[in-house]
């Protein structure tokens, strides 16, 4: 089958979202399809493309967005413009001026004509957000009855806090509905990532309940081929951005370790976020935040840590990420901090940690302090989170979502 992917973010690009497809279209490729990926232009060359996406043929696009309206203006003029769009231009358009595919919509369909016309498409899959790529791949859909058009959504879209939509105008936000739901009136199969995004979807669309379909996040086994389950572990780890949202908790932390200067705590952190809150006196010296590392030098650092420890705000208490499924086949425990939520029940129930709430942090964290956070290996089956074991599922669920 012809696959053509839509992902407004692809690598080399580091930018959230463009790693889902970039993966899945590797595996459909190794599983013998034809693949053709629509991206924005995210800075890599043909050559680049050719060689890290082997088999796999590129089209790509203008970003026609403006990196001040993502707020980073450089200049008096780029501020100036970006005052006028956010509080003039955006009362003249029903349209999200903070979804970076705004301006995509005819380079999108002009090259998707354009490659159906050479190449027919069997399977077009779309990745929102950019929520508004969504929508133009329905409007292809409608041209193009005999495409199956997979819908796949990684963040919440309507109900979400991102995106700028909390804060839009009545009628913007009824665009955002309308535009979802003519997106699942008309796509094959409507995929998202995590359960509880699909509890949503089957509450707000539930005549479309055949559609919806739980297309997890996978990890690459193979980016683990030299990282050694180490027996000999030391200290917590976590790599990663530095959220929002969880200063009390950090705060807590501060305390706990300053009580108990002898537990025998110590936190290495790897992430590119600025957290001015920790510093070299902070709980000790005992936490020390070190700059970005590639995954694979992250991996390799967490399978030699006695456990991995993770505050999380609440807005992510229900983020199981790809992170989880890496950490968990370096046969790592889990020491997570947050509020109820799919990622508490997820460590619970498959025995990969502890989960301790933020009302019972002074209580129950100086418990595991020390690095003895319990994990029952080989309980969870972590292998069927693989990449190619997700793809084999996807492809097989495809021939029950043709019309």
């Keep these: 089958m012809h696959f053509t992917i839509v992902s407004y973010t692809f690598p080399p690009s580091k930018e959230i979202g463009g790693r889902r497809w970039a993966k899945f279209s590797q595996q459909l490729a190794k599983k013998g399809h034809n693949v053709t990926v629509v991206c924005a232009n995210n800075s890599g060359s043909l050559e680049w493309y050719q060689k890290e996406f082997v088999g796999i043929d590129f089209c790509v696009l203008p970003r026609n967005y403006p990196e001040w309206l993502n707020g980073y203006a450089n200049n008096i003029l780029e501020k100036f413009l970006y005052l006028i769009y956010t509080r003039i231009f955006t009362h003249f358009t029903k349209k999200n001026l903070f979804d970076k595919g705004f301006a995509w919509r005819n380079p999108m369909l002009n090259a998707l004509e354009d490659l ?17 790529l969504l929508n133009y791949g329905a409007e292809f859909k409608m041209l193009h009855k005999e495409i199956q058009y997979v819908a796949d959504i990684r963040d919440p879209w309507t109900w979400g806090g991102l995106y700028g939509i909390p804060n839009m105008s009545n009628n913007k936000k009824k665009y955002q509905e309308l535009s979802e739901l003519n997106t699942i009136k008309e796509c094959n199969m409507f995929c998202y990532p995590t359960q509880n995004m699909g509890d949503v979807l089957m509450q707000k669309y539930p005549t479309f309940a055949s559609k919806l379909y739980l297309l997890s996040h996978a990890f690459d086994p193979d980016k683990f081929s030299n990282v050694i389950k180490d027996e000999k572990r030391d200290g917590f780890i976590y790599g990663g951005t530095m959220y929002n949202g969880i200063q009390e908790y950090i705060l807590q932390l501060d305390k706990i370790i300053k009580a108990n200067p002898n537990i025998g705590f110590k936190w290495n952190i790897y992430t590119g976020t600025q957290y001015p809150l920790i510093n070299s006196n902070f709980a000790n010296g005992m936490i020390t935040i070190h700059p970005f590392v590639k995954e694979e030098q992250l991996f390799k650092l967490i399978s030699k840590s006695a456990a991995y420890l993770a505050f999380f705000p609440i807005t992510d208490k229900d983020l199981i990420s790809t992170k989880f499924f890496e950490i968990i086949y370096t046969e ?56 190619s074991a997700v793809t084999d599922t996807f492809l097989n669920a495809l021939k029950d979502y043709k019309e």
Excluded: C, M, W
């Design 116 to 132: 159906h016309s050479k190449k027919a498409i069997d399977v077009l899959v779309v990745s929102g957000g950019p929520f508004s």
């Design 332 to 387: 790592t425990p889990i020491l997570f901090i947050g509020e109820e939520g799919e990622v508490g029940k997820f460590i619970r129930e498959n025995k990969l940690g502890v989960h301790i709430l933020p009302e019972n942090i002074v209580s129950e964290l100086p418990k595991y302090l020390n690095g003895n956070v319990p994990f029952t290996k080989n309980y969870f089956n972590v292998s069927q989170y693989s990449f």
